[in-house]
DNA sequence: TTTGAAATTGACATTCATTTTCAAAATTGG
DNA sequence: CCAATTTTGAAAATGAATGTCAATTTCAAA
């Protein structure tokens, strides 16, 4: 089986990228963080741990990850596009809170079925979506 | 039973607004629009008809209109925030052709249903949702 | 090891939609 | 009509995404 190192060098190949020592910085630090990121959030990490880098890069890199197959972009409303583990990763939804900003993911097989259902009424062809429930978490409407 | 000039004419009313000309042709153009539209959409028809109108106007009347609950946000991943109507109009999502950029509205009883389980098994208070399934159209897989 | 074509980098500029500012104009209650 | 308040719109500010380009780095071939 595939790792992601592995996934990204054949993406490499494929697209004639020579190794670059920035990029696996980058490419590390996604891929060790656990939540959905901004390019700038990851920017700013980087640049905590001491690593030189400039904005450019990370941002480049990260829609290479995505191209790659190895991140998904995805957005809640707002303008920042976050970017989150997909290889390897099923795909989920997530629930957003409108009080303290909080995200929580969620898998749901029945959603997936029901995007066929749907497509298929439809006449569409489905490659992806996207399912944002914006609503208050526990913490939040108790208050 | 309401209608829409009726709610809006209440928001005014408690949010101390008072009457305005420019403000009434961007409500009735965009109540006479059936689709989606971006507010510099709704501007150019405006201008179009001769309307004299800055861009502001238009758009801060749109951001009124969603805060009376006539009109709903949508976006679809671009950037360009469009609003729909949301009045007496049923919730519902979108399809998006990659392709040709078509949009197709669909409601789905079973979505809505679906959204309420996650929440709850989520112990998560849910006020809207945000659903689009991209892919490609009948015309355009066809090609 | 040297070389040079090709890819990478990052500071900076640009784009583009959104949002704010503020002085002038319009509205409205008294 | 008057004064207080709201509205308007041109212009500026904002903020994220994306483009530019000269300098730097990589790497395969010499």
Known sequence: ????????ADFCTARKLKNSTRRNK??????????????????NELRKDG??????????????????????????????????????HPHHDHLVCLVCGQTIEFKSPRLEKLQLQIARKNKFKP???????????????RL
Chains 1, 2 share one sequence.
Request: aromatic share 12%; proline share 0%.
């Open 51 to 88: 690593t030189a880098i400039g904005y450019s890069t990370v941002y480049r890199t990260l829609k290479l990850l995505a191209e790659s197959g190895l991140a998904r972009e995805v957005n809640f409303g707002n303008r920042e596009t976050h970017f989150e583990h997909k290889f390897q």
């Open 127 to 141: 490659q992806a979506h996207n399912l944002v429930i914006y609503g208050q978490c526990a913490k939040c409407y």
């Open 26 to 43: 980058v490419i590390e630090k996604f891929l060790a963080v656990e939540k959905h990121i901004s390019a700038l959030e990851l920017y």
């Open 1 to 8: 089986m595939k790792d992601e190192q592995q996934v990204f």
